[in-house]
């Protein structure tokens, strides 16, 4: 049995050697017949760090790594080169959509930082 290939738009990073892609399919509707587009993210294990905000890749399905991870890059099919501004929007919108852990962590850091100044 051969594994599934995507091909989707890295939207960020969400965790060391994890990007999260996000994959475009068009269908047609089943009553009218009408093309629509249905997008699904998937987290992505990239073990080289390889991919960046707002590359083409190729993700095939894999052994699951996590809970939520179960494709593995396979390879970049094109670079992108985004401005700072442009990329970090993108991880921004990641983020966002994967449930802010990584700004929840920086929040519980931050609120640590003030209690501990207020403390001395």
């Known amino acids: ?61 894999s052994r699951p790594y996590s809970a939520r991870k179960c494709f593995r890059l396979a390879r970049i099919v094109q670079k992108t080169e985004l401005t700072p501004e442009e990329r970090a929007l993108l991880e921004e919108e990641a983020m966002r959509e994967a449930g802010g852990v990584k700004r929840e962590v920086e929040e519980q850091v931050n609120r640590n930082k003030q209690n501990d100044q207020s403390n001395e």
């Open 1 to 61: 049995m051969t594994r599934q290939k995507k091909i989707g738009l890295v939207i960020g990073q969400v965790l060391p050697k994890t990007i999260k892609v996000r994959v475009v399919t068009k269908r047609a509707h089943p009553l009218y017949l009408k093309p629509v587009r249905r997008t699904k993210h998937f987290l992505v294990h990239d073990e080289e760090k390889a991919a960046k905000s707002g590359d083409l890749v190729e993700i095939e399905e």
